[in-house]
């Protein structure tokens, strides 16, 4: 048995250390895990949806004890934390009152007397995440899959094992039975045996694209499902014609909440050349007001990376496209775990921040002559999780959004996740979908029922 310790980003220090558990404990874990879905699936949907509605009200309830030990174990500044929980207890809600209604069996006409498609969960499924959003990312995946029938078990960033086990307290404190959601403390080389587990029928991932090509190729090996949420390297796109006052503080929003550590994040800026100088001195004057800081002071915008090796790669990626030829207008510095909010101009798209996928508080700015420029400039690149559009002419911009190689396309708006719409990517941004009607079909037997007199 090892042990995971957790440390604070922004003091260094130790917070807590974990035992992880052995290989006989996860496999006795599966197997309670499975045991439970024979029950469960039993359920009414009115009975799980008194149990969800308890897990959104526990979230509101004791969203600062949830929040302080997310903010302790990587960085999130303290109301984005909040944010964060409160954003689950939605989530929580929205499926407690869809799910019946989504999964209700649908009726097709055919020469049958009746024939109908019924929607049945399949059994436990592993979520594999990231630290980034240690609540959300888990929560959408939870939600959904519990209120279909499904057993989840987490397999959980190691840096935030403190989160996972308050996720679990949430659904035991919400009087879920046992086992229906189980977090492993185990680490990444775990994965692959409990993805051979014939009791796990499913997996599903957000994280780095390395991490989704290994699991998804140990899911197709074993033929079992699979939903990849990956990287993105998202663009905003901005027109000579966009409210620039709104727009740069759309902008500013997408690239630095969270400390710039998410996979939607407006990473990519590109403007129309006919307006750059004034947007950019604008943009930079808004980003030099952001405060960093403690992110425990209900203050702070800016909070720590959630690693000092998290800092150093981003480190690396600025300096490089710094040394290709782009010029450095605010930031650059980094202390520990700290990355000044920074922006970087006259980029390229053979420069390192262009190309890669930046996590953290750094923002690239390539200008544009035509829109079609822009878009190939947008289309440039190996992911597509989304794209933002900014325009005073909304019916011009809508007419683009088939051309956004893109799992989303949002007008005058950051990327952003919604329970009521799916969300997912395209290229190696992964497949599949979270979220709406759409996420909660992914990890259920559709069943063709067909009956003759």
């Known amino acids: 048995m090892g042990t995971k310790t957790s440390i604070n980003p922004y ?7 974990f035992k992880t558990h052995t290989k006989t404990e996860v496999k006795e874990i599966l197997s309670q895990a499975d045991k439970r ?16 509605l308890a897990a959104a009200l526990e979230l509101k309830k004791n969203k600062k004890e949830y929040a302080q030990t997310m903010t302790n174990e990587m960085g999130k500044p303290i109301k984005q934390a909040i944010a964060e929980i409160e954003k689950c207890a939605w989530v929580c809600e929205y499926y407690a009152e869809h799910a019946e209604k989504q999964l209700s069996n649908e009726t097709i006409k055919t020469d049958a007397h009746k024939s109908y498609v019924s929607y049945e969960p399949i059994g436990v499924v592993l979520a594999v995440m990231p630290w980034n959003y240690p609540f959300w990312q ?13 057993i989840g078990v987490l397999k959980h960033a190691s840096n935030v094992f403190g989160s996972a086990l308050n996720i679990e307290k949430v659904f035991k404190r919400a009087g879920f039975p046992e086992y229906c959601f189980t977090t492993l403390k185990v680490g990444s080389d775990m994965i692959e045996e409990i993805i051979e587990n014939p009791i796990v029928k499913a997996v599903t991932l957000t994280g780095s694209g390395p991490a ?37 503080d759309t902008c500013v929003q997408a690239r630095f909440q969270n400390t710039g550590q998410s996979c939607i994040a407006g990473k990519r800026l590109l403007v ?17 007001e952001l405060k960093s800081g403690d992110p425990m002071d ?32 605010i930031g650059g510095k980094r202390q520990n775990a700290y990355f000044e909010p920074t922006v970087v101009s006259s980029v390229t798209s053979d420069m390192a921040m262009f190309k890669e996928e930046t996590f ?13 420029e822009a878009i190939e400039l947008s289309n440039t690149s190996k992911f597509g999780l989304g794209v933002s559009i900014f325009s005073e002419n909304i019916e011009a911009a809508e007419k683009l959004a088939y051309r956004f190689d893109e799992g989303a396309v949002f ?7 919604d329970p009521r719409l799916p969300f997912g990517g395209v290229k190696e941004s992964g497949y599949g979908r979270e979220l709406s009607n759409h996420g909660i079909t992914e990890f259920v037997n559709r069943k063709t029922v067909y009956i003759n007199k």
């Open 11 to 17: 003091t260094g220090k130790k917070i807590d250390s």
């Open 37 to 52: 879905f024979y029950k469960w699936r039993e359920t009414s949907y009115s009975e799980r949806k008194k149990l969800m």
């Open 138 to 150: 888990v929560f959408r995946f939870a939600a959904p899959a519990l209120m279909a029938g499904n």
């Open 212 to 248: 989704g090509s290994s699991v998804a190729s140990i899911a197709g090996k074993n033929i079992k499902k699979s939903v990849l949420e990956l990287g993105g390297n998202n663009a905003l796109v901005v027109l000579n014609d966009c409210d620039i006052d709104t727009t740069i």
């Open 272 to 288: 129309d050349a006919s307006i750059s100088e004034e947007f950019i001195q604008n943009l930079i004057k808004k980003v030099r």
């Open 298 to 329: 209900e203050e702070t915008y800016i909070g720590t990376l959630a690693r000092e090796d998290l800092a150093q790669d981003l480190e690396k990626q600025v300096s490089a496209t710094i040394q290709a030829g782009a010029k450095l207008e």
């Open 360 to 372: 953290g508080p750094a923002l690239s700015i390539t200008t544009f002559e035509t829109i079609e």
């Open 411 to 417: 007008i005058n708006e950051l990327v952003k996740s």
